[in-house]
């Protein structure tokens, strides 16, 4: 499996984003799907994800502010972020559990300017 990330680069603060990941395989009725997030000095953290039942779930800091979708009939999925701030700069992972395994993008950077 394969995760391709893409979509980051330097923007200032207040302004939005959309990340956008392609996986190898089906975005179908994974276990998991989404993005997570790693800024320096810090832990990898919850940003948005897809849930076996379709759901969405957000990390705390980004409700509001970011929308997580997907494409499955290109297996894609997006993170449009907006309102962004100092904070949310990091390199953003795209991430999918197929219930056996999961699998990891290679990121993308988000660096917000303030």
């Known amino acids: 499996v394969q995760l391709q990330a893409s979509g980051g680069g330097l923007v200032q603060a207040g302004r939005s984003l959309r990340l956008r990941c392609v996986a190898s395989?089906?975005?179908?009725?994974?276990?998991?799907l989404g993005w997570y997030r790693q800024a320096p000095g810090k832990q990898r953290e919850l940003v948005a994800i897809?849930?076996?039942?379709?759901?969405?779930r957000y990390g705390d800091s980004v409700k509001g502010r970011f929308t997580i979708s997907r494409d499955n009939g290109k297996n894609e999925v997006y993170l449009q972020m907006y309102s962004l701030k100092s904070e949310d700069t990091a390199v953003y992972y795209c991430?999918?559990?197929?219930?056996?395994?999961?699998?990891w993008g290679q990121g993308t950077l988000v660096t917000v300017s303030s």
């Open positions: 897809f849930r076996s039942d379709g759901s969405a």
């Open positions: 991430y999918l559990d197929d219930g056996v395994d999961d699998y």
């Open positions: 395989v089906s975005t179908f009725g994974n276990r998991a």
